[in-house]
């Protein structure tokens, strides 16, 4: 099998979990392409590909444009294979606030036209030392709403068994 995952990421971390589901996938005996959807050219054959797993992270309560404008390009040719759909935000690691995850998620999916076979909210990581002033502060008060993180230092939140479980479950739909 031949999976293509393309991914979109404003400080990294997206790109660190899809080359954990690359690794992960080549792991279990398949090829992997994987793609920046920054970097996407009509050169690469998407037909060549047997299923897809499209990841993107939420800032200001969106997924990045570059992984939009691609899926929403795309999604027919995504609707006809297996397909998955890996939303990272800081919402999805936080207690009570799941719904805003299921919200950026609700959006993609009506944005874009395109209805993942399977779907996983999966928790980011905040790089308080690399935040300009405004990143901050949107972070602290606005997707934290007023919580109280240190701001000297980073935090991952990304569960990586939860991403390991995933990837298996998404490979035994495919068989
Ligand atoms: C300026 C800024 C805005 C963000 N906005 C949101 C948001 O609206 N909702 C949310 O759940 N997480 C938000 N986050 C958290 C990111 O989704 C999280 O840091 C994620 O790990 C970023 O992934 P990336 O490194 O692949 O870009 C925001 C982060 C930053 C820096």
Redesign the pocket.
């Known amino acids: 099998m031949n999976l293509l995952i393309v991914f979109g ?7 660190k979990i899809a080359e954990r589901v690359a690794t992960d996938v080549r792991g279990r005996g398949h090829q992997v392409e994987l793609l920046d959807s920054a970097e996407f050219t009509s050169d690469l054959k998407l037909g060549h590909f047997d299923a897809f797993v499209i990841a993107g ?5 969106h997924h990045q444009e570059a992984i939009t404008n691609f899926v929403f390009a795309h999604h027919e040719l995504l609707s006809t294979k297996p397909s998955a759909l890996i939303s ?5 690691a936080l207690k009570g ?1 799941e719904a ?2 299921q919200k ?1 998620v609700d959006r993609f999916v009506s944005v874009t036209g395109w209805q993942p076979r399977m779907t996983l909210l999966l928790g ?4 308080f030392t690399k ?1 300009d002033y ?2 901050e502060q ?2 602290r008060f ?2 934290m709403k007023g919580g109280d993180p240190n701001p000297e230092r980073d935090y991952e939140f990304t569960d990586w068994n939860a991403l390991a479980d995933f990837t298996d479950r998404f490979l035994e739909t495919i068989g």
């Open positions: 990421t404003t400080e990294g971390q997206t790109r992270s939420v800032h200001q309560e990272v935000s800081l919402s999805a606030h805003d995850a950026y980011g990581a905040l790089r935040y405004f990143q949107f972070v606005v997707v």
